[in-house]
């Protein structure tokens, strides 16, 4: 089977689409000088409820990827569930050779989770804050489980964004 293959077989499984987020601690956190931490934002697609007692979700992430790094490094962040009216967020932090996170975030409207310090965008069909319990290898991919420290439901207006056959869509 070729990748390829494989590829066109999976996209035909459709997904809900969200935004994973976490804040980039500052590079020296004693140095009042230095850079402050950066946000840091990736669209996923694998993305899944693993159990309710405790509450665990894991998403999986490009091996080596910016976002990959940082939980390795440090275990909070969050999830929001985007809406269908939010697919110009989806398409934004899913671009290759994009511009930097912090130009990425200027105009979204976004407010600081409480627990993990991480952008929880403003609109999204839920929320969740997260902090990583388990990280495994698998593939070119790591699946990182973590658990639900909190969660909201920030927005009830619209459906789902989902993903199917390699375009973002609407339910209905």
């Known amino acids: 089977m070729s990748n390829d293959e ?9 997904a809900g689409v969200v935004l994973v987020t976490a804040l980039e601690p500052p590079l020296d956190p004693d140095d009042p000088h230095a850079p402050a ?13 693993v159990s309710l007692d405790p509450p665990l979700v894991l998403v999986s992430l490009r091996e080596g990827s910016r976002m990959d790094d940082l939980l ?5 962040w969050a999830v929001s569930v985007l809406s269908e009216s939010q697919r110009h967020i989806a ?8 511009v930097s996170d912090r130009l ?3 105009d979204i409207p ?3 989770g409480k627990e993990t310090g991480a952008p929880l965008v403003g609109g999204a069909l839920a929320t969740l804050e997260c902090r990583t319990e388990q990280r495994v290898t698998a ?15 920030p927005s009830s207006d619209g459906g789902p964004l989902t993903y199917f056959r390699g375009r973002y869509r ?3």
Do not use: N
């Not at 494989?6 to 459709?14: D, E, K, N, V």
């Not at 931490?37 to 993305?47: I, L, R, S, Y």
């Not at 593939?139 to 439901?153: E, P």
């Open 72 to 76: 390795a490094e440090q275990p909070l």
């Open 37 to 49: 931490g950066e946000d840091v934002g990736m669209t996923a697609t694998a993305f899944m409820s």
């Open 6 to 14: 494989f590829r066109a077989a999976m996209s035909r499984l459709a």
């Open 139 to 153: 593939g070119d991919h790591t699946l990182v489980i973590g658990r639900v420290l909190a969660a909201s439901l």
């Open 91 to 98: 398409g934004r932090f899913a671009m290759k050779g994009r």
């Open 104 to 106: 990425l975030f200027a």
């Open 110 to 112: 976004y407010v600081r």
């Open 170 to 172: 609407q339910l209905g």
